[in-house]
Protein backbone atom coordinates (compact mmCIF):
# COMPACT_ATOMS: atom_id res chain seq x y z
CA UNK A 1 0.00 0.00 0.00
CA UNK A 2 1.07 3.80 -0.73
CA UNK A 3 1.95 5.75 2.16
CA UNK A 4 -1.19 7.96 2.53
CA UNK A 5 -0.86 11.36 3.42
CA UNK A 6 -2.57 12.67 6.65
CA UNK A 7 -6.12 14.49 6.22
CA UNK A 8 -5.21 18.50 6.14
CA UNK A 9 -8.25 20.18 5.29
CA UNK A 10 -12.01 18.01 6.25
CA UNK A 11 -14.23 19.61 4.50
CA UNK A 12 -17.05 19.40 7.31
CA UNK A 13 -14.86 20.91 10.33
CA UNK A 14 -17.28 19.39 12.70
CA UNK A 15 -16.33 15.81 11.98
CA UNK A 16 -12.25 14.55 12.52
CA UNK A 17 -12.50 11.87 10.35
CA UNK A 18 -14.05 12.77 6.70
CA UNK A 19 -15.40 10.81 3.87
CA UNK A 20 -13.35 12.46 1.68
CA UNK A 21 -9.93 11.15 2.84
CA UNK A 22 -8.01 9.17 0.46
CA UNK A 23 -7.68 5.96 2.40
CA UNK A 24 -11.18 6.51 4.41
CA UNK A 25 -12.86 3.92 2.21
CA UNK A 26 -9.96 1.49 3.08
CA UNK A 27 -10.72 2.58 6.89
CA UNK A 28 -14.62 2.51 6.84
CA UNK A 29 -14.04 -0.88 5.21
CA UNK A 30 -11.89 -2.31 7.90
CA UNK A 31 -14.62 -0.57 10.66
CA UNK A 32 -17.03 -2.90 9.22
CA UNK A 33 -15.18 -5.88 9.31
CA UNK A 34 -14.04 -5.30 13.07
CA UNK A 35 -17.07 -4.30 14.44
CA UNK A 36 -20.04 -5.96 11.35
CA UNK A 37 -19.79 -9.74 13.06
CA UNK A 38 -21.23 -7.58 16.75
CA UNK A 39 -23.57 -5.94 15.05
CA UNK A 40 -24.88 -8.53 13.05
CA UNK A 41 -25.19 -10.97 15.99
CA UNK A 42 -27.06 -8.44 17.64
CA UNK A 43 -29.67 -7.59 15.09
CA UNK A 44 -30.00 -11.34 14.30
CA UNK A 45 -30.95 -11.48 17.91
CA UNK A 46 -33.77 -8.66 17.59
CA UNK A 47 -34.78 -11.06 14.66
CA UNK A 48 -34.07 -8.59 11.60
CA UNK A 49 -35.13 -11.05 8.91
CA UNK A 50 -37.29 -10.98 5.41
CA UNK A 51 -39.13 -8.14 5.10
CA UNK A 52 -38.05 -5.41 7.93
CA UNK A 53 -37.72 -1.59 6.72
CA UNK A 54 -34.29 -0.63 7.80
CA UNK A 55 -32.43 3.02 8.06
CA UNK A 56 -29.00 3.07 8.87
CA UNK A 57 -28.10 6.56 9.85
CA UNK A 58 -24.54 7.42 9.25
CA UNK A 59 -23.51 4.07 6.99
CA UNK A 60 -19.74 5.12 6.41
CA UNK A 61 -18.72 2.75 4.01
CA UNK A 62 -21.86 0.18 3.89
CA UNK A 63 -20.69 -2.60 5.31
CA UNK A 64 -23.70 -2.88 7.91
CA UNK A 65 -26.22 -1.89 5.74
CA UNK A 66 -25.09 -4.51 2.36
CA UNK A 67 -25.64 -7.08 5.24
CA UNK A 68 -29.49 -5.63 5.91
CA UNK A 69 -29.93 -6.04 1.94
CA UNK A 70 -28.82 -9.52 2.18
CA UNK A 71 -31.56 -10.36 4.50
CA UNK A 72 -34.49 -8.19 4.64
CA UNK A 73 -34.62 -8.05 1.01
CA UNK A 74 -36.62 -8.39 -1.52
CA UNK A 75 -40.07 -7.94 0.38
CA UNK A 76 -38.02 -5.30 2.91
CA UNK A 77 -36.52 -1.58 2.95
CA UNK A 78 -33.02 -0.69 2.93
CA UNK A 79 -32.61 3.08 3.36
CA UNK A 80 -28.70 4.06 4.16
CA UNK A 81 -28.31 7.96 5.44
CA UNK A 82 -24.74 10.08 5.94
CA UNK A 83 -23.85 13.33 5.21
CA UNK A 84 -21.07 12.00 3.01
CA UNK A 85 -22.46 8.85 1.10
CA UNK A 86 -19.81 8.77 -1.79
CA UNK A 87 -18.83 5.27 -0.31
CA UNK A 88 -22.16 4.09 -0.51
CA UNK A 89 -22.95 4.25 -4.32
CA UNK A 90 -23.14 0.02 -4.73
CA UNK A 91 -26.72 0.33 -2.53
CA UNK A 92 -29.08 0.34 -5.06
CA UNK A 93 -27.90 -2.46 -7.42
CA UNK A 94 -28.02 -4.68 -4.07
CA UNK A 95 -31.99 -3.17 -3.62
CA UNK A 96 -31.02 -0.43 -1.13
CA UNK A 97 -31.56 2.76 -1.20
CA UNK A 98 -29.04 6.39 -0.61
CA UNK A 99 -29.54 9.31 1.11
CA UNK A 100 -27.29 11.81 1.27
CA UNK A 101 -28.68 13.73 4.77
CA UNK A 102 -27.07 15.59 7.30
CA UNK A 103 -28.64 14.23 10.86
CA UNK A 104 -28.74 17.21 12.22
CA UNK A 105 -30.77 19.69 9.68
CA UNK A 106 -32.02 17.29 7.78
CA UNK A 107 -35.62 15.49 7.80
CA UNK A 108 -35.95 11.68 8.24
CA UNK A 109 -38.83 9.44 6.80
CA UNK A 110 -41.64 9.83 10.41
CA UNK A 111 -43.03 6.26 11.74
CA UNK A 112 -41.34 4.43 8.51
CA UNK A 113 -38.74 1.95 10.01
CA UNK A 114 -38.89 -1.69 12.03
CA UNK A 115 -35.09 -1.42 12.44
CA UNK A 116 -33.17 2.17 12.57
CA UNK A 117 -29.37 1.63 13.55
CA UNK A 118 -26.65 3.81 14.23
CA UNK A 119 -22.72 3.00 14.78
CA UNK A 120 -19.95 5.18 16.20
CA UNK A 121 -22.35 8.33 14.85
CA UNK A 122 -24.05 9.82 17.67
CA UNK A 123 -20.70 10.27 19.71
CA UNK A 124 -19.27 12.43 16.95
CA UNK A 125 -22.60 15.14 16.47
CA UNK A 126 -22.72 18.47 19.01
CA UNK A 127 -26.52 18.01 18.83
CA UNK A 128 -26.43 14.76 19.36
CA UNK A 129 -29.65 14.96 20.97
CA UNK A 130 -31.58 16.23 18.22
CA UNK A 131 -30.54 13.05 15.89
CA UNK A 132 -31.75 10.74 18.85
CA UNK A 133 -34.84 12.03 18.95
CA UNK A 134 -35.45 12.24 15.10
CA UNK A 135 -34.63 8.31 15.16
CA UNK A 136 -37.24 7.56 17.79
CA UNK A 137 -39.95 9.31 15.32
CA UNK A 138 -38.51 7.38 12.26
CA UNK A 139 -38.96 4.35 14.52
CA UNK A 140 -42.70 2.21 13.00
CA UNK A 141 -44.89 1.35 15.94
CA UNK A 142 -43.04 -1.57 17.49
CA UNK A 143 -39.91 -0.54 15.58
CA UNK A 144 -36.13 -1.24 17.48
CA UNK A 145 -33.62 1.19 17.43
CA UNK A 146 -30.36 0.33 18.03
CA UNK A 147 -27.32 2.52 18.87
CA UNK A 148 -23.93 1.29 19.35
CA UNK A 149 -21.43 4.62 20.01
CA UNK A 150 -18.05 4.79 21.27
CA UNK A 151 -17.36 5.82 25.40
CA UNK A 152 -14.12 5.95 27.44
CA UNK A 153 -15.93 4.24 30.18
CA UNK A 154 -13.01 3.96 32.50
CA UNK A 155 -11.02 2.55 30.33
CA UNK A 156 -8.88 5.73 28.49
CA UNK A 157 -6.83 6.83 31.52
CA UNK A 158 -5.45 3.67 31.58
CA UNK A 159 -4.55 2.71 28.11
CA UNK A 160 -0.71 1.79 28.33
CA UNK A 161 2.08 2.15 25.51
CA UNK A 162 2.11 5.23 22.73
CA UNK A 163 -1.38 3.88 21.44
CA UNK A 164 -2.75 4.87 24.93
CA UNK A 165 -0.95 8.19 24.43
CA UNK A 166 -2.03 8.85 20.84
CA UNK A 167 -5.85 7.49 21.91
CA UNK A 168 -6.59 10.24 24.81
CA UNK A 169 -5.04 12.66 22.75
CA UNK A 170 -7.56 11.89 20.04
CA UNK A 171 -10.54 11.54 22.67
CA UNK A 172 -9.46 15.21 23.36
CA UNK A 173 -9.54 16.07 19.61
CA UNK A 174 -12.38 14.87 18.85
CA UNK A 175 -14.42 16.61 22.06
CA UNK A 176 -13.14 19.61 21.12
CA UNK A 177 -14.90 19.09 17.57
CA UNK A 178 -18.07 18.25 19.42
CA UNK A 179 -17.83 14.93 20.35
CA UNK A 180 -18.55 13.25 23.44
CA UNK A 181 -16.95 10.44 25.30
CA UNK A 182 -18.88 9.85 28.00
CA UNK A 183 -22.29 9.83 26.56
CA UNK A 184 -23.15 6.91 25.28
CA UNK A 185 -23.40 5.59 28.49
CA UNK A 186 -26.20 7.58 29.29
CA UNK A 187 -28.34 6.00 26.53
CA UNK A 188 -30.53 3.80 27.88
CA UNK A 189 -31.71 6.70 30.42
CA UNK A 190 -32.39 8.53 26.90
CA UNK A 191 -33.94 5.98 25.53
CA UNK A 192 -36.17 5.35 27.93
CA UNK A 193 -37.21 9.36 28.50
CA UNK A 194 -38.02 9.75 24.92
CA UNK A 195 -40.43 6.45 25.51
CA UNK A 196 -39.47 3.39 23.65
CA UNK A 197 -40.24 0.34 25.72
CA UNK A 198 -37.93 -3.00 26.55
CA UNK A 199 -34.73 -0.68 26.83
CA UNK A 200 -31.28 -2.72 27.31
CA UNK A 201 -27.83 -1.95 26.74
CA UNK A 202 -24.29 -3.38 26.98
CA UNK A 203 -21.16 -2.90 26.79
CA UNK A 204 -17.63 -4.44 25.59
CA UNK A 205 -14.13 -3.45 25.40
CA UNK A 206 -12.90 -4.40 21.97
CA UNK A 207 -9.25 -6.75 22.60
CA UNK A 208 -7.36 -7.05 19.39
CA UNK A 209 -4.18 -8.22 18.13
CA UNK A 210 -1.72 -6.23 16.31
CA UNK A 211 -1.53 -6.72 12.75
CA UNK A 212 -5.51 -7.52 12.72
CA UNK A 213 -8.63 -5.43 11.09
CA UNK A 214 -8.92 -3.68 14.25
CA UNK A 215 -5.27 -2.43 14.60
CA UNK A 216 -5.20 -1.71 10.83
CA UNK A 217 -8.11 0.59 11.12
CA UNK A 218 -7.03 2.91 13.82
CA UNK A 219 -3.63 2.66 12.48
CA UNK A 220 -4.99 4.17 9.53
CA UNK A 221 -7.29 6.53 11.78
CA UNK A 222 -3.85 7.68 13.13
CA UNK A 223 -2.27 8.55 9.74
CA UNK A 224 -6.06 10.62 9.23
CA UNK A 225 -5.70 12.71 12.06
CA UNK A 226 -1.92 13.18 12.20
CA UNK A 227 -1.70 16.67 12.26
CA UNK A 228 -4.37 17.15 14.76
CA UNK A 229 -2.89 14.87 17.14
CA UNK A 230 0.46 16.85 16.60
CA UNK A 231 -1.86 19.87 17.72
CA UNK A 232 -3.02 18.10 20.83
CA UNK A 233 0.35 17.88 21.89
CA UNK A 234 2.14 13.94 20.69
CA UNK A 235 5.22 14.14 18.82
CA UNK A 236 5.33 12.70 15.91
CA UNK A 237 7.63 10.29 17.36
CA UNK A 238 5.11 9.08 19.56
CA UNK A 239 2.65 8.81 17.02
CA UNK A 240 5.52 6.57 14.83
CA UNK A 241 5.82 3.98 18.37
CA UNK A 242 1.92 3.12 18.17
CA UNK A 243 1.81 2.94 14.88
CA UNK A 244 4.67 0.17 15.16
CA UNK A 245 3.27 -1.31 18.24
CA UNK A 246 -0.36 -1.74 15.81
CA UNK A 247 1.99 -3.49 13.22
CA UNK A 248 3.22 -6.05 16.17
CA UNK A 249 1.15 -9.13 16.00
CA UNK A 250 2.89 -10.18 19.04
CA UNK A 251 0.81 -7.30 21.18
CA UNK A 252 -2.68 -7.19 22.19
CA UNK A 253 -4.91 -4.10 22.71
CA UNK A 254 -7.65 -2.85 23.83
CA UNK A 255 -10.01 0.17 22.56
CA UNK A 256 -12.29 2.15 24.57
CA UNK A 257 -15.56 0.44 24.97
CA UNK A 258 -18.36 0.33 22.45
CA UNK A 259 -22.01 0.86 24.54
CA UNK A 260 -25.00 -0.61 22.77
CA UNK A 261 -28.68 -0.02 23.53
CA UNK A 262 -31.72 -0.74 22.41
CA UNK A 263 -35.22 -0.02 22.76
CA UNK A 264 -38.87 -0.62 21.14
CA UNK A 265 -41.21 1.98 19.85
CA UNK A 266 -44.74 1.26 21.94
CA UNK A 267 -47.18 -0.33 19.29
C1 LIG B 1 -17.08 6.47 12.31
S1 LIG B 1 -18.03 6.50 10.84
C2 LIG B 1 -19.06 5.07 11.13
C3 LIG B 1 -19.63 4.51 9.85
C4 LIG B 1 -20.54 3.29 10.03
N1 LIG B 1 -21.68 3.58 10.88
C5 LIG B 1 -19.79 2.11 10.59
O1 LIG B 1 -19.80 1.90 11.81
O2 LIG B 1 -19.16 1.38 9.80
C6 LIG B 1 -19.18 7.82 11.14
C7 LIG B 1 -20.05 8.17 9.93
O3 LIG B 1 -21.05 9.12 10.35
C8 LIG B 1 -21.18 10.12 9.37
N2 LIG B 1 -21.62 11.35 10.03
C9 LIG B 1 -20.93 12.09 10.93
N3 LIG B 1 -21.65 13.18 11.28
C10 LIG B 1 -22.82 13.11 10.58
C11 LIG B 1 -23.97 13.93 10.50
N4 LIG B 1 -24.06 15.05 11.22
N5 LIG B 1 -24.99 13.55 9.67
C12 LIG B 1 -24.88 12.41 8.94
N6 LIG B 1 -23.81 11.60 8.98
C13 LIG B 1 -22.79 11.94 9.78
C14 LIG B 1 -19.79 10.25 8.77
O4 LIG B 1 -19.83 10.85 7.49
C15 LIG B 1 -19.31 8.81 8.77
O5 LIG B 1 -19.64 8.17 7.56
Known amino acids: MTEPSPTSSPRNPHYTLPNDWDFAKERLALLGA ?17 GWRCLDAGAGGGSFARWLCSVTL ?34 LPEGAFDFVHTRFVLLHIAKRDIVLERLVGALAPGGVLVLEEGDGLG ?6 GAFGDVWRAFARSTENAGA ?17 VDVRAEAGIPMFRGGSPMARMWNLTWIQVHETLVAHGVSHKVIAAARAELEDEHRWFYAPPTVRAWGRAPL
Open 34 to 50: AFDPESIALAQRLGVGA
Open 74 to 107: PGGRVLAVDADARHLTDLPDRGGEVAQIELVADE
Open 155 to 160: VLDEMS
Open 180 to 196: NQAWARSLPRHLESLGL
